[in-house]
């Protein structure tokens, strides 16, 4: 390889090494940062940003890279090594320094402000903050739109999933809502009864169990660790993964399938292609590729029957005999459709129609269409719509998410897609793996693992968002196989898939 592209890796390397730090400072500051610090972690935060920002947009990186591109000694990797290279800098540049740094403290003040609010329930509090965020996302968006071609809500998303425009979102995020609402009656229509399970279950013992399946299932706990925040996320590095999740006494189920949809994430980062860590190329392919992945080990794996008939036993040996901890139960609990205020919360049938409100309210956010002021009362009325509730307060209603106060619009569809793409990818390995489902029965993944590791996770960002689903699955991203495993799942067969 020529000098120019060799000093452009280096670069990059340490472009990953800010990236990385930022990256443990955002999990310190959801899990233990003292409350008082908060201020001059904003700081350290805007700093870091800037630093990163300057060294990815210099002009010495734009004339790194135009050298390297006339360099005919690339190998395959190295060339979409550089291509990436090119989409980040050519989206790092649209972007003035000033709006970066500005981005940067309107989102941690209103993140902290956010907590607050959401404790209290008071969208009157946050107001102000989330005025300030949305108003500097509207101007990033409409820079780098300029910059890349693209409307300005298609540059959102394209910064979470490299590829993807509202042009592709719409038509699927649109069969949803056309036919979930009536799914959803049909759903709760043939929900079982079912045997609550007894608690209070102990949040240590919950941890044990958690940390217990996420080795199983195949996290490496010399290279990651399990800790608690508001919201349940997986961050860190591929070399030191953090999951958090947040517990609960009186409910051992939503906490621990929290953590196995994270530790879905993390097995992703931890199969990225190790020789490339730190480089573009070596990074997950987008947001939806990401949450394919914590949906596909979550709800196609860890919430179907076969793992449900292994995990009874775990819950028995984790916290003593119960006649809830049956498989059958346990379908019966953990299938149930509802409708409910919460998106986490939410069971695969109504949380597209989650996705769905807070896809068409944020587009209106950005475009001017609605006032920050009159978001309560729309978020009411979209609920209503799509799920037939409204909620009871601004906690349980638009302050539930963290997303929009820490700036990130335009990823709430990623989810919903994901969910398209985990089906997918299970449709097709099942496809391909025989004998599939008895080895989950075991609480055996690893034949699965291997596959997902050499379709998805080994090829980091080497192919394209499009290309990969091809390759992956034989087919572009559709919403029937998700439909279909609902329909199984849910309508036809209650229980059975």
């Known amino acids: 390889m020529g000098w120019h592209y060799a000093a452009l890796e280096d670069r990059f390397a340490r472009l990953g090494h800010l990236e990385g730090a930022l990256a443990i400072l955002h999990w310190d500051t959801a899990v233990c940062m003292p409350e008082a610090a908060s201020a001059a972690r904003g700081e350290q935060v805007a700093t870091l940003k800037r630093l990163a920002h300057d060294l990815l947009t210099a002009d010495e990186t734009g004339e790194l890279l135009a050298g390297a591109e006339a360099e005919s000694d690339l190998d395959p990797w190295q060339r979409a090594n550089l291509r990436e290279a090119h989409r980040r800098f050519r989206r790092a ?48 968006a409409r820079m780098s739109g300029a910059a890349l071609g ?16 509202d042009a592709l979102v719409a038509p699927l995020l649109d069969r949803l809502a056309a036919e979930l609402p009536s799914s959803l009656d049909a ?17 240590e013992a919950q941890k044990k169990l958690a940390e217990r399946l996420m080795a199983r299932l195949g996290f490496d706990f010399r290279a990651g660790r399990l800790d608690a925040s508001t919201h349940p996320f997986c961050g860190g590095t591929p070399a030191d993964i953090r999951i958090t999740s947040r517990w609960r006494e009186d409910d051992v189920g939503s906490a621990l399938m929290a953590v196995l949809h994270e530790t879905g994430h993390a097995l992703y980062e931890a199969g990225l292609p190790r020789q490339w860590l730190g480089q573009p190329v070596g990074e997950a392919r987008g947001i939806v590729v990401h949450e394919s992945q914590s949906l596909l080990l979550e709800m196609q794996v860890c919430r179907s029957p076969a793992f449900l008939r292994f995990l009874a036993g775990e819950l028995e040996a984790a916290f ?7 498989a059958a139960n346990l379908r019966a609990l953990w299938h149930r459709v509802e409708r409910g205020f919460i998106r986490v919360d939410a069971d695969e049938v109504s949380y597209p129609l989650h996705v769905i409100l807070r896809w068409r309210l944020e587009k209106a956010l950005l475009a001017g269409e609605l006032a920050v002021a009159d978001l309560p009362g729309a978020w009411a009325e ?3 719509a799509l799920l037939g509730v409204t909620p009871p307060d601004d906690a349980r209603g638009c302050l539930q998410d963290i997303h929009w106060p820490v700036g990130a619009f335009g990823y709430f569809p990623c989810y919903t897609l994901g969910a398209l793409l985990a089906a997918q990818l299970a449709r097709a390995a099942r496809r391909e793996l025989a004998g599939l489902d008895d ?39 559709a919403a029937e196989p998700f439909l279909d495993h609902l329909r199984a799942r849910y309508l036809e067969r209650p229980g059975a898939a």
């Open 93 to 140: 540049r649209a972007l003035e320094p000033a709006l970066v740094e500005a981005l940067a403290r309107a989102t941690n003040a209103c993140e902290m402000t956010w907590r607050e609010a959401r404790r209290r329930s008071d969208f009157a509090m946050l107001r102000p903050a989330l005025e300030e965020v949305v108003r500097l996302v509207r101007e990033a």
């Open 150 to 165: 693209l409307e300005p809500y298609d540059a959102l998303l394209d910064e979470h999933q490299p590829e993807l425009r």
């Open 187 to 203: 759903a709760i229509a043939r929900n079982r009864p079912f045997r609550a399970p007894r608690g209070p279950f102990p949040i």
């Open 320 to 326: 003593g005999p119960d006649p809830a901890w049956t």
């Open 382 to 384: 979209g609920m209503r």
């Open 439 to 477: 080895e989950i029965a075991r609480g055996d993944i690893a034949r699965l693992l291997a596959w997902l590791r050499a379709r998805v996770h080994a090829r980091g960002s080497q192919p394209g968002f499009e290309e990969l689903i091809e390759e992956a699955t034989g087919g572009p991203l």
